[in-house]
């Protein structure tokens, strides 16, 4: 099974079947040769902006929300002390530091990253867009 890492934007677009998402890559995260992860840095980002009146995702307030990805079919993956201090070191070619959270996510698996944001690509890794 192939691993991929959602970026928050895809993940959101994924989880309110948003016409934003391209069909390719809803296609991929719904496809069974491939193993979707997703950052608890993401729900964190979800949850704040939830809560600041900038998306509107009610399930991201919700205590159970890693139990749901789950029960989708998605892996959270905990942020560990290696994936913070890489991404601290990141050239800061992307200002969004939950976004720096996930490339070096990507960089420490060597995994793609399901991204519709093109500053991605200056970090050398492989990004997929559709």
């Known amino acids: 099974m192939i691993e991929q890492l959602l970026d928050t934007r895809v993940l959101l677009l994924f989880l309110q079947n948003d016409p934003a998402l391209p069909d390719p890559l809803a296609q991929r995260i719904e496809s069974s040769q491939h193993r979707s992860l997703v950052s608890l840095a993401s729900l964190w980002e979800l949850s704040q902006k939830q809560s600041l009146g900038l998306v509107k995702f009610a399930a991201a307030q919700r205590p159970d929300f890693p139990d749901l990805l789950l029960e989708e079919g998605f892996e959270v993956l905990p942020i560990d002390w290696g994936t913070m201090r890489r ?9 969004d530091p939950t976004d720096r959270l996930l490339i070096a996510e990507a960089i420490a698996r060597d995994i793609p990253i399901l991204s519709l944001d093109p500053a991605f690509d200056l970090y050398g890794i492989q990004r997929i867009e559709c």
Do not use: E
């Open 87 to 95: 991404a601290s070191s990141l050239p800061r070619h992307h200002g």
